[in-house]
């Protein structure tokens, strides 16, 4: 058997149970530990594993995530604070020292890389450490890996997709029903599609974001947040969206990125037939590449158990590579 | 810098010469050098490297497959001969020879591994050799190394798509034209879309293969080409197709397979909104996840420099592994 790889989980939501329930049910406790959970009420540790679920047993200890990674002996930090666009912050710095301190990082947290990708990612490097975050960009969508490993010796030279469902659902809904945009947001709020102050999503700064991430690691670019041209869904009228759907194409929130720099977000005309019109919460993606073409992947963008299956395979990546 | 993986290519038609191309466009020429390439007229060796393009040169030598791995010292069989579905042959035999006698392999030849996917992929691991084949089903479609790479821990249970674009172009024309089948056959054969003789492709029978090698990899079941059940497109009429369309659904030839080792390829019910509703000679492959729920991949299906760049792919998987 491979040498465990300890986990130390930075934040303790959605996705982080949720990995840590994918662990267990895949049988997968010994070879990938959980030996900390680190909140903002406090740490919880086992050198043997902690059991998924709310923390049990002594009270938590007053560790921050450096603290933490120590105090377990973790050789990999899972991030996943939430995001903050604008600083990176928490998850800059978590991630910043578990790297200068020798730790591997996965995460699934937009924030730091758009702060800071190259800096980062060349950390990593210089230090042959692992920083992965499939998860960070379209969520069960594996496009980076995608890259990495399947189509090697095959250049990407443009992408573009639908990477923010909450947009593509209210869309979609405009389009098949021709309701306003304001009447289909708040239903989307009432039903947990959309967020309570929806500005990020509709905004297209959450897609502006991912198409950071998935455009320095794909197309190899150095862009960040301000590189990227962003308008959102909020002025779209329903009878512009019902005009051009009875022209053939749909309206779409489409995020595209180039390997000369450029990149943008903003409502499109996408053709009927084209792998580009997906409807609902899903997300797609389509690389152009030199040798065979475009190649679209499709599929759902968000949820805390699809978010956590790639943060699993990018950790059994870790494993293949280290162990 | 790594030692070189040395190849031999057995055939060298399209899918061959696109290849000897990539590899020396993408300057890898002195990683991956072609040492020798064994045709029906012959085999041409160059310890130092083959130059792409018809071989110059010095007379052919009499060599086959295994004779020429060993004289010219290659560490890589590349099998690049015509798909024979019934026997295998002439691939099968240079297959299993090369694993044999210590060789990797890569290939793009459907008939070994639909004739014997378990023994040739048993007797690779038996040994540790390389056996990677993309580019055997759905060409530059990377649905293999997905599986291998990108869904770490995340269970397939399903498959299902179009893998033929010859009878994915007849269908969306009939659809899009209402024109009848035998009237958009003759216009493809015309094309070079579909072949002189077209009851491969037409009848089911590539797709069938394509799921078998498809199925056989990534629901890790041992599916052999008579266990799917298959209807072509022969009998489609233009009014049947024009009446799906009415009530908004496309025909498409749909090959599926399930862990449950049941598979089949027929003209299907796809609705207009669906991933799998793709047009013209595009290839999908929707994959249905335990954790992520389902992923589709679209992309060209064929294609020489297509089929060359997943074959490229593979190598240089092989040259990080092995090298």
């Given at each position: 058997m491979t040498a465990p790889l300890r986990l130390l989980l930075a934040g303790y939501g959605t996705v982080g149970q949720a990995l840590h329930e994918l662990i267990r049910d895949a049988g997968l406790s010994q070879e990938l530990p959980v030996v900390g959970v680190v909140r903002s009420d406090g740490a919880w540790t086992d050198p043997k594993g902690l059991a998924p679920g709310e923390p049990q047993g002594e009270a938590p200890r007053d560790l921050d995530v450096l603290e933490a990674l120590d105090a377990v002996d973790a050789d990999v930090l899972v991030e996943l604070t939430p995001s903050d666009l604008d600083t990176g912050e928490p998850g800059l710095t978590h991630i910043r020292t578990a790297l200068e301190h020798g730790h591997h990082v996965v995460t699934a947290n937009k924030g730091p890389l758009v702060v800071d990708y190259a800096g980062l990612t060349g950390l990593a490097r210089d230090r042959d450490l692992a920083m992965r975050f499939e998860a960070a960009a379209g969520a069960s969508l594996p496009i980076m890996n995608l890259r990495e490993f399947c189509l090697r010796g095959n250049p990407v030279h443009r992408l573009e997709g639908i990477l923010n469902g909450t947009c593509n659902y209210i869309l979609t809904r405009m389009t098949e029903e021709g309701l306003p945009y304001g009447t289909v947001l708040s239903e989307a709020q009432a039903l947990g599609f959309a967020e309570a102050d929806p500005s990020l999503d509709v905004g297209g700064w959450d897609a502006a974001a991912k198409a950071v991430i998935l455009a320095n690691h794909v197309l190899d670019v150095d862009l960040a947040l301000e590189d990227v041209e962003v308008s959102g869904i909020q002025a779209l009228t329903p009878s512009a969206v019902q005009l051009a759907r009875k022209r053939g194409y749909a309206v779409r929130l489409i995020a595209q990125a180039s390997r000369d720099g450029t990149a943008s977000v903003a409502p499109r005309l996408v053709p009927e037939?084209?792998?580009?019109?997906?409807?609902?919460t899903l997300n797609v993606v389509r690389l152009v590449t030199e040798h065979a073409g475009p190649l679209a992947l499709t599929g759902r963008g968000a949820g805390g158990r699809e978010t956590a299956s790639a943060v699993l395979s990018d950790l059994l990546a870790v494993q293949e590579r280290y162990r």
């Open positions: 037939g084209s792998p580009l019109n997906v409807a609902g």
